[in-house]
């Protein structure tokens, strides 16, 4: 099909999207309108849940398998949006509506390139579209759980929005229960070992601690005190302050080594309460990122976490839109990025798909 003409149809499924409810774990009515998509163009699909995912025309066992992956899922809207979140409408060139930056147009652009892949012969790699749900959520029946149905991935594009630049690299995350503890007592009374008062050093260690391990590509692991909390009556001096902890994790480091060097280390008890959300990256010298480099698009190591953490493949964070706009209020993007995003992911797959 003519490539204005699928990104035509690929704005009008985004706005489609836009105007559905679709929290993580309610995607069951995007999932449907998806799943019209490849029916309109006759392309074998299937569903798992709220996935839906479809392989290209001439699939060959004996390739290796590339994954397109983004989420339909969205957060919800948060209570500065002036506008209408569920009504798509487009204003000075932007689009407006939740999930359309993150990650609606990634998702439609992916949708169209595939379907763009779809009935070409003699690729050096079979295609595999995953639109997949509960991403927003770290949820169990997303992506994640497709990667037992689905054969071998070899590597993957993950659309967020990168401004269509090569995100090659991103940060993992451990997110640690803290307790600070101290003696309770009444507060009319003597006491040494306040647990409020013991939490100023254990605040500071935590604003100074540096994990000695810096990525060339993702920086500095960084470590963050994002929650506190302790007492429930005026005059009573609790006996524990309750912290949680947010850890970005570089490449240099995997997440089972951060939560033994901070149980190691740290002054006050720590638990770490997933280690499943690695830091993930793609070679440099991989052609797929050769592809888009030689089309003159740069390369960064991004410090938020998407599906790339669900796999366990080499994989690119690539996308329309930009990523300081995903979950904020009146959210938008631009018609003009996702016609140059369908544009670049078709070119940059020529390049990688026809070696």
Known sequence: MDQQILT????????E?????????EEDKTADAIEAWFKKFEIPFKREKNNVYAFNKYYDESKPLLLLNSHHDTVKPNSAYTKDPFHPHIEDGKLFGLGSNDAGGCLVSLIATFTHFYDQENLSHNIVLVASAEEESSGPNGLNSMLLILPKIDVAIVGEPTLMNLAIAEKGL?????KVSGTPSHAAHPNDNNAIYNTIEVLQWFKDYKFPKVSEV???????VTQISAGNQHNVVPGHVDLV?????NDCYSNKEIADILTAEAPCEVK????RLNS???NKEHPLVKSGLALGRSSYGSPTLSDQAALYCQSLKLGPGDSTRSHSADEFIYVAEIEEGIDLYIKILQGFLKQ
């Open 174 to 178: 451990v997110v640690f229960e803290g």
């Open 272 to 275: 770490p309460r997933s280690l």
């Open 218 to 224: 993702l920086g500095e692991v960084k470590l963050t």
């Open 245 to 249: 902890i947010d850890v970005r994790v």
């Open 17 to 25: 999207l836009i105007s559905i409810q679709s929290f993580s774990s």
């Open 280 to 282: 993930s990256s793609i």
């Open 8 to 15: 035509e149809k690929a704005i009008a499924l985004l706005q």
